[in-house]
């Protein structure tokens, strides 16, 4: 440690190149929804080809879903600035989160995966 870093946590002195990962919730607008994937509105532009766990929230009921991006337009807003539209596929699409899906694009009531 150095003798001017007053911390009380010992902290260690990196020489060269380290990697590490950032997780960050943003909230995202869903402009268009399918069973197989999402378009959303996103401050950030998220990589092409990148993974990413989403969790779908209406109401009380939330589902976590992985999807790969897909595409990535830059949009410009009225109010200035730059936002981005993002393709999302699904990849682990399970038969709760298809139903909750189902759910929110109005199909047909069926039973609750689960449900006898």
Known sequence: MRLAD?????????????????????????????????????????????????????????TEIRATVRHLSPTHPEGGGVRYLVGLEFLNLGEQAAWRIGRVLGEPERLNPGEG
């Not at 919730?25 to 402009?31: D, G, K, Q």
């Not at 929804?33 to 950030?44: D, I, K």
């Open 6 to 62: 007053r911390r009380t946590v010992t902290r260690f002195e990196i020489l060269g190149e380290l990697w590490g990962s950032v997780q960050t919730v943003e909230p995202l607008r869903v402009c268009n929804l399918a069973p197989e994937g999402a378009l959303v509105e996103s401050g950030s532009p998220l990589r092409v080809g990148s993974v990413h766990a989403i969790r779908l929230i209406r109401g009380a009921e939330a």
